[in-house]
């Protein structure tokens, strides 16, 4: 298979993925990558984060205790990843199998669970982008402290790149459910439009909403 089609050519990626009956293999290789890369680009954040929080609250805490919260902060931000991209794959294979039945589609959910792990593609292409988002960030906070991911800076950064990474995955869901599950496109692209436009309206709600 050409994997690298599913960046420019989704459509005849998933075709023949359901041809040649993909195995799970490459969508672990996905998952993986995407652990890695978040965790990677959470490393310089982490350590800012983690003092800032402190100093946040350090009138409220003993020096023990400051040192517990360090730790727990500074770790807790690194092995999210671990955590939250494999829940995540599970959670959004779920809904989108789910809502495609609403729409007649027909098929495994392993098949589903394969090819929702590509949605994670624009993560892991887009990774620079967001080390960089990463970096300014952690000078704002380094800076400010934890206020500092209050700036409007910060929520404008996470908001586009939030937004960018979303519109790409719901093209790659659009296409994975129009294969795994038996769809035309057009109901294809409805599915995958109700768990996008809920992930987009919780990013812009944060940039909009007083803080």
Same mark, same amino acid.
């Given at each position: 298979?050409?994997?690298?089609?599913?960046?420019?050519?989704?459509?005849?990626?998933?075709?023949?993925?359901?041809?040649?009956?993909?195995?799970?293999?490459?969508?672990?290789?996905?998952?993986?990558?995407?652990?890695? %890369?978040?965790?990677?680009?959470?490393?310089?954040?982490?350590?800012?984060? +983690?003092?800032a929080?402190?100093?946040? =609250?350090?009138t409220? %805490?003993?020096?023990?205790?400051?040192?517990?919260?360090?730790?727990?902060?500074?770790?807790?931000?690194?092995?999210?990843?671990?955590?939250?991209?494999? %829940?995540?794959?599970? *959670?959004?294979?779920?809904?989108?199998?789910?809502?495609?039945?609403?729409?007649?589609?027909?098929?495994?959910?392993?098949?589903?669970?394969?090819?929702?792990?590509?949605?994670?593609?624009? *993560? %892991?292409?887009?990774?620079?982008?967001?080390?960089?988002v990463?970096?300014?960030?952690?000078?704002?906070? +380094?800076?400010?402290?934890?206020?500092?991911?209050?700036?409007?800076? *910060?929520?404008?950064?996470? +908001?586009?790149?939030?937004?960018?990474?979303?519109?790409?995955?719901?093209?790659?869901?659009?296409?994975?459910?129009?294969?795994?599950?038996s769809?035309?496109?057009?109901?294809?692209?409805?599915?995958?439009?109700?768990?996008?436009?809920?992930?987009?309206?919780? =990013?812009?709600?944060?940039?909009?909403?007083?803080?």
């Amino acid at each position: 298979m050409k994997y690298l089609e599913v960046i420019y050519n989704p459509d005849s990626f998933f075709r023949n993925a359901l041809e040649e009956g993909m195995s799970y293999k490459p969508s672990i290789v996905v998952i993986i990558l995407t652990i890695l %890369i978040s965790t990677a680009s959470t490393i310089p954040f982490a350590e800012v984060y +983690a003092r800032a929080t402190v100093e946040a =609250i350090s009138t409220q %805490i003993s020096s023990d205790q400051t040192e517990v919260v360090y730790a727990m902060t500074y770790y807790l931000t690194i092995l999210s990843p671990l955590f939250t991209v494999p %829940i995540l794959w599970i *959670v959004i294979s779920a809904v989108l199998h789910g809502i495609s039945a609403l729409f007649g589609g027909k098929g495994e959910f392993s098949t589903t669970l394969k090819f929702t792990a590509f949605s994670y593609v624009p *993560v %892991i292409v887009l990774s620079p982008l967001s080390f960089i988002v990463g970096m300014e960030i952690a000078s704002i906070i +380094a800076a400010e402290g934890v206020q500092g991911l209050m700036s409007e800076t *910060v929520k404008i950064a996470q +908001a586009s790149t939030g937004t960018l990474t979303t519109l790409w995955q719901m093209t790659l869901w659009t296409f994975a459910i129009k294969y795994a599950r038996s769809l035309p496109t057009k109901k294809a692209l409805y599915v995958a439009l109700i768990p996008g436009a809920v992930f987009l309206i919780g =990013i812009w709600l944060s940039l909009i909403l007083p803080t």
